[in-house]
């Protein structure tokens, strides 16, 4: 787990919503729904996985969310998604299938189904609803209290559903409009919000049969009730109209605006865009500023349809993009920006306490370290560490941190020139000389603080070195690791003593990070230091090739090991002559 993971667990919302989770190319590989963000999104870098979970929390390098109001909207949001970016991870919701829509047909004698298409037939949509066993249910309860046709097809004679009161029966007799009108009305009413005084009728109904002792009927006005309210529960995510349209809200605060824009395409809302920047402007003139910039500088899309928040003028908006700009006062559209606008506010809000964790990481940590040692601030740290293997290939390399960042950049590597045998003090004095020799010549940054990895004797080989023969005054501090090779101790003063930091300090935690980077690093090229001369070593005495053949060899093969594994006719292949190819055989076998 990251850094940026890290950071941004400790920020999820405790709200509602999706998150996508991306690998280190930035591809989404993962969508997924939460009804507590922060709960969800935590769960996977905590605690034991089965072995795909693990695969999948293996990849992810970082992750985004966008938040719903709700859980449904949150179900809907997550199969568009899906469906926008197909996750490799994701096997469910891939197909064309989607949420029930409860529809009133625009026939003659119109119908109320359910659907999974919704289509361009004048017919009236109302959902999607997430669960299909409450969409079904309510629809059931629809049809009893509105007798709409139920048949595809107008039979001959009247069917059961007429007898029962639940059918007007047009194959039998003739139904005016108006009978129709009045029944779709009904319908939409309760749909539309009205299904509140049909369950305040059911609760008064499921109260009167369970006084009556009557439980069985009680409980099944207690389970339309309940479909009711699962059916009934208001979402915004998907819409039923086509319209293709961009939704805006923004957000500011301390100089800095957040912009959110979601993507509906089909009347789903299948993507968002992020944008956060500093504000030398009025908000609401910056966001006109960012509407012209959006679609001109990025060439996005333009759709049929934007939505803006109150504040900004749809007229100026219109004019300058062309396109139909709408401030909506009411309903599903309204509810779209404002939920826009809740996102906008959260990252930006995410984007302050990133902001404040990092210095806490950074430069207050650098900060509270040169109050711990009694010197000013270290806002730049060099540290220095060694790696050899019993004298063979000594190399040292240097490592910079600037207000507590690593600046790889100013990483220097250094090959040890006058040291024979396995000599560390003397391999620091040789490498430190070196450093602070060159910054002096060409008038480099002199460092505030120079670390080195190592004890007692390391700090002051150093300090011989910066004093007596340089005569260079930068405080010098030794890093002592345990025996489990983690940091243990700080060295600084003269004499030396221990710095007592707490070990849940950010001080503390930025000398560890120091120290690791520079052991890192110093390994490292160790590593492709003693790699490169085991391949030359292993050619030097073979008669026939040169510095040409070597880098040829090292080119093709790249290490011994792959050489060991060629055959003739691969050496013979790159223009080795035989007798000289047999000869590297022999030598390899040796």
Known sequence: MNDIIKNKLLLLPDQPGCYLMKDRQGTIIYVGKAKILKNRVRSYFTGSHDGKTLRLVNEIEDFEYIVTSSNMEALILEMNLIKKHDPKYNVMLKDDKSYPFIKITAERHPRLITTRKVKKDKGKYFGPYPNVQAANETKKLLDRMYPLRKCTNLPSRACLYYHLGQCLGPCIQDVSEDVYKKNIDEIIHFLNGGYKDIKKELVEKMTAAAEELDFERAKEYRDKIAHIETTMEKQKITTTDFTDRDVFGFAFDKGWMCVQVFFIRQGKLIERDVSIFPIYNEPDEEMLTFLGQFYTKTNHFKPREILVPNSISAEMAEELLK???????????????????????????????????????????????????????????????????????????????????????????????????????????????????????????????????????????????????????????????????????????????????????????????????????????????????????????????????????????????????ATLQEFRDIGLPERVADALIKKLQE
């Open 323 to 565: 396109v139909k700009v709408l401030k909506p006062q009411r309903g599903q559209k309204k509810d779209l920006v404002q939920l826009a606008t809740k996102n906008a506010k959260i990252a930006l809000q995410e984007k302050f306490s990133l902001i404040e964790r990092d210095e806490e990481r950074t430069i207050k940590a650098v900060e509270n370290l040169g109050k711990q040692m009694g010197i000013y601030t270290p806002h730049r740290i060099e540290a220095f560490d060694n790696s050899n293997i019993q004298g063979t290939d000594p190399v040292s390399a240097m490592v910079v941190f600037i207000d507590g960042k690593a600046e790889r950049k100013e990483y220097r590597k250094y090959k040890i020139k006058s040291v024979q045998g396995p000599d560390d003090y003397d391999s620091m004095r040789e490498v430190v000389r070196r450093r602070y020799t060159r910054v002096l010549k060409e008038d480099l940054p002199l460092a505030d603080l120079i670390i080195i990895d190592g004890g007692k004797g390391h700090v002051e080989a150093v300090r011989d070195v910066l004093e007596n023969e340089l005569n260079l005054d930068i405080p010098i501090s030794g890093l002592v690791k345990d025996e489990k090779h983690r940091t243990s101790q700080l060295l600084y003063g003269n004499p030396l003593e221990i710095i007592q930091l707490a070990r849940n300090s950010q001080e503390f935690y930025l000398l560890q990070r120091i120290q690791d980077e520079v052991h890192r690093f110093a390994i490292t090229f160790h590593r492709e230091l003693r790699g490169k001369n085991a391949f030359q070593s292993v050619l030097d005495d073979i008669s026939g090739i040169g510095e040409k053949r070597k880098k040829q060899l090292l080119k093709t093969f790249g290490s011994v090991k792959k050489m060991k594994e």
